[in-house]
């Protein structure tokens, strides 16, 4: 591009889609200080009550980034559901609960400083447009893009203010395409997808019913599958009391369409699915949806990427797409900013697809494996064993425990599976870092709140070398990196809760060090003392950047 060629607003990185992936990519690129301009041609975020369950590595993310508290408060309502069951009605006697608890015992309280949250979309996003916005970032609703034409240096975008008609040209450094499963940028940059394509089809009714509440009585439930096979469905709660989500099969392959769902054809459908044949049913609104099972052959293209759902689509069983989605954006904000700042080289941009695109088609698989053992209404496959991890891996393996095992990370073993057997949170290159409770100046963290706008090097009070090491280091790539000393009594910089031993958490020992990255994964892990500390981490750093 011409640099005099006339451009109205230049910015560093230019979001497309302003939904759950690039309200989440606004707010980590604003933490990280990163100037961005995101557009999204609807007026406002979503009025339907969609996409609600949020899983704990996403609400790990929120917590780092500081919107948690906001975010709970806006789930307050659906704070004591829990649990999936499926019923012949919710009348009869053919009920089972699928789980009752999302965390039973409280086990996850070992893996996490904070646990699962179901806030419906039209609730989740008003709050990530006000925090984003408080950490500067320009979000413009009511603005299409028209147009982009990249090359080696950028991105120039024509943008449309669908409000007045006004036409504004963007010239960027790079482009996030958030703009859903029928990416147009996509399309536009010819990437393909590969996977089984559509899965089943489905019609989203919401509705008013005073009854129903006293019909469900106290079961809390996330979700409700009635399996009448003359109405089947899902029935999800919005409030408890009087607003209600059903989503109806559809099959437009055999010719239905959507005026075919007529206000009194769902109500009666509701009623015979609920086993209420009086119930109160008062339609409000209907949305169709389509599941499926695709993943972009390729995530990047020059500098743009994609993230979100138009890089993959899942079935929505284990609410995995957006929550995938939003950890794309994560993963991606860290990078960008770490090239935009000078820290890193291009290539770590790189590493975003290789590590990406692996997690996506196993959760993928994963999720549509999900549904067939749910028995999701119109879903008709049989459950794929193993998929994605299958039903050894588990809903929590699959959220927190996958790994990354090519990309920006030292030491990693290509050959593991990207999802494994069980939970495997003990410090390995390419996991998310684990979880402990310390104490920093009398504050008490999880080590997870560490890790956000710097790499972190953890190493033992005890030690000499690392801690001088990695300051020679920071100063020398020019690059942000804290180093704390781990252990208890004086000289800690975090102080182990019970005297833990972070050491041994960490899959090290008292003379060694571990290296994690502003997105809480482990980039680099010396399980003993080293010889050279300083050149040791030097090169690691080096690698870990893409810097020569």
């Known amino acids: 591009m011409n640099e005099n060629e006339n451009v109205d607003l230049r910015v560093p990185v230019l979001i497309v889609g302003g939904s759950l992936v690039g309200l989440s990519a606004s707010l980590f690129l604003g933490r990280l200080g990163i100037e961005h301009l995101l557009v999204e041609k609807h007026s406002a975020t979503s009025k339907h009550p969609r996409g609600r369950g949020n899983n704990v590595r996403t609400m790990e993310l929120f917590r780092t980034a500081g919107a948690e508290p906001r975010i709970r408060d806006a789930a307050s309502v659906l704070a004591a559901n829990h649990g999936i069951l499926q019923a012949g009605s919710l009348t009869g006697d053919d009920q089972e609960w699928l789980f009752k608890e999302i965390d039973p015992g409280g086990a996850l309280a070992r893996f996490s400083p904070t646990g699962w949250c179901l806030c419906s979309q039209n609730d989740l996003e008003p709050v990530l447009v006000a925090q984003a916005r408080e950490q500067g970032g320009d979000l413009r609703f009511s603005t299409e893009l028209l147009s982009f034409d990249a090359d080696g240096t950028g991105v120039t975008a024509v943008v449309k203010n669908r409000e007045s008609g006004e036409h504004s040209t963007?010239?960027?450094?790079?482009?996030?395409?958030?703009?859903?499963?029928?990416?147009?940028?996509?399309?536009?940059?010819?990437?393909?997808?590969?996977?089984?394509?559509?899965?089943?089809?489905?019609?989203?009714?919401t509705f008013r019913s005073r009854q129903l509440a006293a019909v469900v009585g106290e079961r809390r439930f996330i979700v409700c599958y009635l399996t009448n096979p003359k109405a089947e469905g899902a029935l999800l709660p919005v409030d408890n009391e009087e607003q209600w989500v059903f989503h109806a099969p559809w099959q437009p392959d055999r010719g239905e369409t959507l005026e075919d769902f007529t206000d009194e054809r769902c109500a009666e459908h509701i009623r015979t699915a609920i086993g209420a044949?009086?119930?109160?049913?008062?339609?409000?609104?209907?949305?169709?949806?389509?599941?499926?099972?695709?993943?972009?052959?390729?995530?990047?293209?020059g500098r743009v990427f994609l993230a979100g759902d138009s890089a993959h689509e899942m079935s929505p069983t284990g609410a995995f797409g957006s929550n995938t989605g939003i950890q794309d954006a994560h993963n991606l904000a860290w990078k960008l900013a770490a090239v935009l700042d000078g820290a890193a080289g291009p290539g770590l941009l790189e590493t975003y697809e290789a590590e990406r695109l692996p997690v996506a088609r196993a959760t993928s698989a994963r999720a549509s494996a999900r549904s067939g053992e749910h028995s999701h209404p119109g879903y008709a496959a049989a459950p794929a064993p193993g998929a994605g991890g299958g039903k050894k891996g588990g809903m929590l393996t699959v959220a927190l425990g996958y790994r990354y095992v090519r990309g920006a990370v030292v030491g990693a073993d290509p050959a593991l599976p990207v999802v494994p057997e069980g939970m495997a949170l003990t410090g390995g290159p390419g996991t998310r870092a684990p979880h402990l409770w310390v104490l920093r100046s009398g504050e008490r963290k999880s080590t997870l709140d560490l890790y956000e706008r710097s790499f972190v090097l953890l190493c033992d009070a005890r030690d000499a070398a690392w801690r001088p090491a990695a300051a020679r280091v920071a100063d020398r790539l020019s690059v942000r990196l804290d180093a704390f000393g781990v252990g208890s009594g004086p000289g800690c910089d975090l102080e182990t809760e019970g005297g833990a031993d972070w050491a041994e958490a960490h899959g090290t020992t008292a003379g060694g060090a571990v290296l994690v990255r502003p997105d809480g994964f482990v980039a680099w892990r010396a399980t003993e003392a080293v010889a050279d500390p300083e050149a040791t981490l030097h090169e690691v750093m080096a690698a870990v950047l893409s810097r020569d």
């Open 170 to 205: 963007v010239r960027a450094d790079y482009l996030i395409a958030a703009d859903g499963p029928r990416s147009p940028i996509r399309e536009q940059l010819r990437i393909g997808r590969s996977g089984p394509g559509d899965l089943f089809h489905n019609v989203s009714i």
């Open 277 to 301: 044949p009086g119930l109160d049913v008062e339609i409000s609104g209907k949305a169709p949806w389509h599941a499926a099972e695709q993943v972009a052959d390729r995530y990047a293209s």
